[in-house]
């Protein structure tokens, strides 16, 4: 296997207890404004291409930078379906793992 090393900034999705495999497609529900955010980004300037990592404590509401794993995945936009209590459901096609060098945290959302 050989080691890619390259830069990029993607829009993150911090999820709750939810690991995403490469090669793989699952379909997630997003509630959290800043996650709902990071698809809208993804979608309008990232070619729908997100960073999904998992928070360390799923009790955590707004995880901090340093609450979030630095390991995770990238994913492709493949479906978004708005529910009707303001959350979506998301499916993701899941292409390459990733480490996180550093987050870069903004109000409304979080790139890496």
Known sequence: M???????T??????RGVILFPDSEKTIDVG???SLDAIRVAQQDFNSRVVL???MNPEIFDPKDYELYKFGTIC???????NSDGSSRVTLVCENR?????????P???VY
């Open 2 to 8: 050989e080691n890619v090393i390259s830069t990029h």
């Open 10 to 15: 993607l829009p993150v999705i911090c999820t």
């Open 32 to 34: 959290r404004k800043k």
């Open 53 to 55: 990592v998992s928070q």
């Open 76 to 82: 492709v936009i493949k479906n978004v379906k708005k």
């Open 98 to 106: 990733v480490k996180v060098e550093q987050f870069k945290m903004f």
């Open 108 to 110: 409304s959302t979080c």
